[in-house]
């Protein structure tokens, strides 16, 4: 979520609709609303002190990357993850960022060198206390790998699709796997700095496969927020 907007605070100067969308991904993939969970455009409404207009314009695009079900004269309710959309999500997201970095590590210099490193180091002095900002940090670091590569655009297709993946991604963050996800994120930058496009796409893709991992433990600890069909 961006550090400007915080729970029942909306720049009323920005378009709503958009912010009430990002506000309400947060909320659903940090588990602050939790499956079955049902909202009504009123209430939502209400909470942000806006008109509802926008707030319907905001559940479509959830329901759109899976968030939430729109149901007719019963409310809208929050989805159970979908083990299916994970897999799905993990595989767009692979497809592209794996290119990505073939990008970043044939036109790495110095100045790429150095912010990766930057920003490792910031994930490192937070990784023991501080989940959730790793989380953002995380974030920083694929997306700025995308910029880099001049492929903001593809990036935004990541964003559109991958709701559900950083559902299961929110609740895998532990010290032991925020460790590990630090030390590959070390591998890809250092595969940069050599020019390594080999390397470099190597250890993107065993990156974002971490999750196939993660997510059956994931799904077992917490039944409850999975679609039962899985």
């Known amino acids: 979520m961006d550090t400007a907007l915080t729970a029942n605070k909306i720049d009323a100067s920005a378009a709503i609709a958009p912010q009430l969308c990002r506000l309400l991904r947060d909320r659903i993939v940090r588990t602050e609303l939790l499956p079955g969970e049902v909202i009504s455009e009123t209430e939502i409404a209400r909470s942000y002190d806006v008109s509802r207009q926008p707030v319907r314009e905001a559940f479509i695009k959830l329901a759109e990357a899976g968030l939430v079900q729109i149901r007719p004269q019963r409310g809208t309710m929050i989805t159970p993850i979908s083990t299916e959309a994970v897999m799905d999500a993990r595989f767009v997201r692979e497809a592209i960022e794996a290119d ?12 790429v060198r150095t912010e990766l490193l930057r920003q490792i180091e910031q994930q490192k002095r937070v ?19 995308a910029e880099m590569a001049g492929k903001a ?9 991958k709701a559900q993946m950083d559902r299961v991604r929110y609740l895998s963050v532990e010290k032991p796997h925020v460790r590990l996800l630090i030390s590959q994120h070390e591998a890809i930058a250092t595969a940069i700095t050599r020019n390594d496009v080999a390397a470099a796409e190597s250890a993107m893709r065993a990156h974002l496969r971490e999750i196939l991992k993660s997510l059956p433990a994931v799904a077992k600890a917490r039944p409850e927020l999975f679609n039962a069909a899985r």
């Open 100 to 111: 990505v970095v073939k990008l970043v590590a044939e036109r790495s210099d110095q100045a």
């Open 127 to 145: 990784a023991d206390d501080d989940s959730d900002g790793f989380v953002k940090l995380d974030e920083l670091f694929h997306r700025t790998l």
């Open 153 to 161: 655009y593809a990036w935004r297709v990541v964003e559109d699709v």
